[in-house]
């Protein structure tokens, strides 16, 4: 059982920046994201990155947030810059199973380990 725990959450301004931080209890060879939630909303993918480094940023977030993975510290980062009011929301860290399901990396039902969350709130 893998255990994910999300950091760097809080409060910023517009334009801000915030890096949140997502440390997983083992290493799992497997895909990993970000996904967020905002209120009254459906949970959304952000990012996604593979143990070979290739990662995907969805289109809203492209040229503002960065992925990244550092497997000797089984830690995973999402740079925020340039922040909008609609980032607003609960961001959580995923990781995939080798031994489960797999719907591509934008279909948060490939993920079989979840974080608890980390609230980001962006003022305009």
């Known amino acids: 059982q893998v255990q994910l725990v999300e950091s760097g959450g809080g409060s910023v301004q517009a334009g801000g920046s915030l890096r949140l931080s997502c440390e997983y209890s083992?290493?799992?060879?497997?895909?990993m994201a970000w996904f967020r939630q905002a209120a009254g909303k459906e949970r959304e993918v952000v990012a996604t990155?593979?143990?070979?480094?290739?990662?995907y940023h969805v289109d809203s977030v492209q040229g503002r947030f960065t992925i990244s993975r550092d497997d000797v510290k089984n830690t995973m980062y999402l740079q925020m810059d340039s922040l909008k009011a609609e980032d607003t929301g609960m961001y959580y860290c995923?990781?995939?199973?080798?031994?489960?399901?797999?719907?591509?990396?934008?279909?948060?039902?490939?993920?079989?380990?979840w974080g608890q969350g980390t609230q980001v709130t962006v003022s305009s």
């Open positions: 990155i593979f143990p070979n480094g290739a990662r």
């Open positions: 083992e290493y799992t060879n497997s895909a």
């Open positions: 995923a990781a995939s199973s080798n031994g489960g399901e797999w719907y591509g990396p934008l279909n948060s039902a490939s993920y079989t380990y």
